[in-house]
Structures are given as C-alpha cells and as structure tokens.
C-alpha cells in the first residue's frame, strides 16, 4: 500500500456527516457476549481496537463454564428422557451433547485464532460465503435466535413459579397448572427484566453478578445429592437402564437437540477472542476443559436425577430439580431447589435480554440494515438502549405464546445448530477457497473433524423435520421461512438499494442501509483510507 497520504477538505468532519460512523462495531453480538467498545483516534476504521488481550486459561475457562451452565440442566432431563425412554440412553444423549459440543468449539477455536475480529459467527460467514451469508445469520439472530432463547428460559422461570405456588404437599405428582397462567408468567418476567435494565446500563449487571450464584449451589448440591442417594438405594434406579429405550432413530435426533440447547454457549469465547492472552495455545486448551468439566457435572446432575427419582418421574416432570428437593429433603427441600432456580432463570433471561438489546442498538447504530437507526439511540441519565429493550421484549412476548419449553428449546436448538452447520462447513470452505486457503491459522483441527461435525449437524437438522411428522413440520418451516426472510432484505437494502427506495421510501423511518456508506461516498473512503495510512493498517473495501 502506497504510503503517500489522502489530502481531506478541511471542512470535513466525520462524525457530523455520517453520524454513528465513529461507534463502529461487529453486527453479530452473542446472545451472551457485551458489544466492545471502539476507542481512541482510530474510531473511523472498521479495526476494532477493543481492551488489549488480558484474560487467560483460568478466565476463559471460567468464561466458558459460566455461560454454559444455565437453565437447561434444570428442564431439558425431563424431555430428553421422555423422548428416548429409559435411563441408559437419556445419559447417553447428554454425553454425546458433550462430544458434540467440543468438536463444534475445536472448529470454532480455528475460526477465532484465523479471524480474531470480534463478533463470531457474522465475521465467519462473511468471509466464507460473503456479506449475504453473514447479514442472514444477522437477521436470524435479531428475531429467532436470540428472542427464542429468552422466551425458553422465561418459561423455566414460570413453570418453577407456579410449581411453587400450586404446590400440594399432600397430592403425588405435579400439579395441574393453567397454560395462560404459565405464558402470563413467562411474559412478566420478560418486561420486569426489560423495565429494570431501562433504568441504565449498569441495572442489568447488578442482576447479573447477584443470581448467578444461584445456579452454582443449585447444581453442586444435586450432585451432592446424587452420591449421597447412590451411597443408599438409589443405584437401584440405574438397573436395567437401557430397558424400555425408543426405536425410533429420530427420536434420539430432537432429545439430543433438547441436551444440546443446555450446552449452548460454547462458542461465546469467539465473540471476544480479541481479549484473549495467546489464544492460540489458551482458546483450544480453555475449550477442553471447559467442554469436559460441564460435560461431567451435567452427566453427575442427571444421576442424581435417576438415583433420587425413577425414570418415570424425570420424564413427565418439567421442574425436575423441585421433585428432587422434594424427594430428599422434603417440602423445605422442594421449596429451596425451586427457589434456586427461580433465581438462576432470572439472572439468565436478564443476561439475554440485555445482550439481545445490545445487538438491536449494535445493528441500528451501525448499520441500518434490518433496524431502523432509531432503535440504536439511547434514553435518559442511565443511556439505556430503551428502545432496542421493548423491541426484544415485543419479538420475545411474541415467541413465548405458541408453545412450552420442549417446543421453545426444540426451535432455539433447529435454528442454532443450523447455523454452526453452515458456519463449521465455512472453515472447509475457507481451506481451500483461493482468497482464504493461505490465511496464517495459529491452530488448525484435523479437517475429518469439521467434516464429520456437518454430517452429524445434517442429521440433527433433518432428523427433528422427520420426526415432527405432518402435523408439527409446519413450525419447522415457519422458523426457516422466516431465516430466509433475510436474503430478499438483504438484497433490496444492500445490493439493490434502489429497489428497496421504491418499495419501501414512503415509510417516515426509511433510511438507506448505513453499510453502503463507504461503497457511495468518495470523501468518507478518503477518510477510511486516510486513517488506515496513518496507522499502518490495511484499507479494507467495503462489499454489498
């Protein structure tokens, strides 16, 4: 690159033509992951210069774990086991959701050390497939992704409330509860967490750092429990394990997708692999470990599960950790392990919604290509993203109506390991497309592993379709029709803007996409390029 220097009119600001321009940041942010922040005087540049890299094994590990363990080892036993229908296989589904999970976050581990730019699965899509590809994933995330995983885990919320509020000491089994009192639940938790990060931006984390706790004494206790029972008779449960197990091939497909939406997470290091000291030794060696720790505590929960309840029980309950407490410590015990997960699923649904937010205002600051840019603004003294709040939690109230965890967990884990799919099938893509086969690749998996990881991937996809027959495809396809949504839009804001102007340009919120800045204005690439010369850094051409 030539070193010679752009002369600018001395008139031009750039923060003042092109606002938002200088908050440049990633389209894509994890359900779990926080926006970074661009600073000092390169703020023109699409090179993000977030905090300098300062965690290591401990703190990515730690990273990790906490952003796997979550609501799902407290609601997916039961569904699981009533999918496969005994012991032996319903352990047998979380291990391989384990396997699974670590072979998904090796590829991912060569995709963060290839492109460290923050911002995950966007930034991989692109590269591989191009801008289409990446704004698609964009697009799914803003309205299936994200809001359905919020809603799923509302509804653990609700389903552990009302458990305590109909409790019956004297009654066996779970109690009859009103599906409209369940979905009211699961939509006030939704707007207490979105009212209470209106108040500013640190609401949320105080929630955050104050019930996450909960989840840890929650699942260290149920193992306790576990050892102590099988110490008693409750090996006794695990005989005959593999008895009364399904034969039906596709039922193993949607339990394994309801074990994996617990393991979800995995991949959230890549979202900040910027940050991290060394990533090429650290990233694979946190991922190990991480994978195989929460691996082992979700196998040990769920023997704690068959040895304190027969597999009866753990299939048709959906508060599994409440029949425990109640099993083992009596009514006290039912009450506390409830309690425990009350505040776990909280905490939980406060952290996606304020992710979720930030990736509204993120998308509507930067780029204007789904959202208005009026979502990105923020309100009052706290400088919350209110808008960007209410809108996650009209599309997350949206989801919670249809159906109940299984049926949330099932769409959540269709639409997020669709797109790992594709994603992994990228990294083979990019082994031998000309334009990325040479990329420097500080770590590099086994090419057998991405490839087997999207055959596997291909299974789990088609697998549930199969099996949810005629009578229940149709919420497959609309989840599909509705990711597919992203590529017409894509195409009249992005790469046909003049079509979107004619089809769309009497909307008052109408605006051109903010991506096609760079492409439509001589001055701004001067000043992109300017900054890029000062720095030493390499333009970089801005594609529709």
């Not at 991912?108 to 923050?118: D, Q």
């Not at 997470?265 to 090429?280: R, T």
């Not at 929460?294 to 508060?319: D, E, G, H």
């Not at 055959?455 to 027959?469: E, F, K, N, Q």
Request: charged share 10%.
């Amino acid at each position: 690159m030539s070193s010679e220097k752009t002369e600018l009119p001395s008139s031009y600001k750039p923060d003042e033509v092109h606002p938002g321009l200088s908050h440049r940041r990633s389209l894509a942010t994890s359900i779990e992951s926080t926006p970074s922040t661009v600073q000092g005087h390169q703020e023109d540049v699409e090179v993000q210069h977030g905090p300098a890299p300062h965690m290591g094994l401990l703190s990515s590990i730690n990273m990790i774990v906490g952003l796997i363990i979550g609501s799902g080892i407290f609601a997916s036993p039961g569904p699981v086991t009533a999918k496969v229908g005994a012991v032996g296989p319903s352990l047998m589904m979380w291990l391989v959701g384990g396997i699974l999970s670590y072979l998904g976050a090796m590829c991912y581990a060569e995709l963060g050390t290839m492109i460290t730019k923050s911002g995950g699965e966007y930034q991989y899509l692109t590269k591989a497939y191009g801008p289409c590809m990446g704004l698609t994933f964009t697009w799914s995330n803003l309205l299936l992704t994200n809001p359905i995983g919020t809603a799923s885990i509302a509804t653990v919320f609700a389903e552990y409330i009302l458990q305590m509020a109909y409790f019956n000491p004297s009654a066996s089994g779970s109690p009859d509860m009103p599906d409209y009192a369940l979905k009211l639940v699961a939509i006030c938790c939704i707007w207490v967490v979105v009212a209470f990060n209106c108040f500013g931006q640190k609401a949320g984390a105080y929630v955050q750092n104050i019930f996450t706790a909960a989840k840890l004494i929650a699942v260290v206790m149920i193992i306790i429990i576990g050892f102590i029972w099988l110490g008693k008779d409750g090996k006794h449960n695990l005989d005959n394990a593999f008895v009364g197990s399904s034969q039906n091939a596709l039922d193993y497909g949607t339990a394994l997708y309801l074990s994996l939406f617990a393991f979800n997470g995995w991949n959230n290091l890549n979202y900040g692999v910027s940050e991290v000291k060394n990533p090429q030794k650290t990233l694979p060696t946190a991922i190990t470990i991480s994978c195989m720790l929460v691996t082992a505590v979700y196998v040990l929960c769920n023997v704690a599960y068959f040895a304190t309840l027969s597999a009866s029980v753990v299939a048709s309950s959906s508060t599994v950790a409440m029949e425990l407490g109640l099993v083992t410590m009596g009514n006290a015990g039912a009450y506390f392990f409830a309690l425990m997960v009350v505040l776990s699923t909280f905490g939980s649904v406060n952290g996606n919604i304020w992710a979720a937010s930030r990736l509204v205002a993120t998308s509507a600051s930067e780029d204007a290509v789904f959202i208005p840019s009026f979502f990105g603004r923020q309100v009052g003294r706290g400088n919350a993203p209110v808008w960007a709040l209410i809108l996650v939690g009209i599309i997350s109230t949206i989801w919670t109506i249809p159906g109940n965890f299984t049926y949330l967990a099932t769409m959540y884990s269709f639409v997020g390991w669709l797109f790992y799919g594709i994603t992994i099938s990228g990294l083979v893509v990019m082994r031998f497309k000309s334009s990325t086969k040479n990329m420097e690749r500080p770590y590099k998996v086994f090419i057998g592993i991405p490839i087997f990881f999207c055959i596997v991937d291909c299974y789990l996809v088609v697998a549930p379709l199969v099996d949810a027959g005629s009578g229940g495809v149709y919420q497959y396809i609309i989840i599909i029709v509705i990711g597919l949504l992203g590529i017409p839009l894509w195409y009249v804001r992005v790469k046909k803007p003049e079509i979107g102007r004619k089809l769309f340009g009497w909307l008052w919120f109408y605006e051109d996409a903010k991506i096609m800045r760079t492409k439509n204005d001589p001055i701004l690439e001067s000043a992109i390029l300017e900054t890029a010369v000062v720095n030493d850094l390499p333009s970089k051409e801005t594609t529709a």
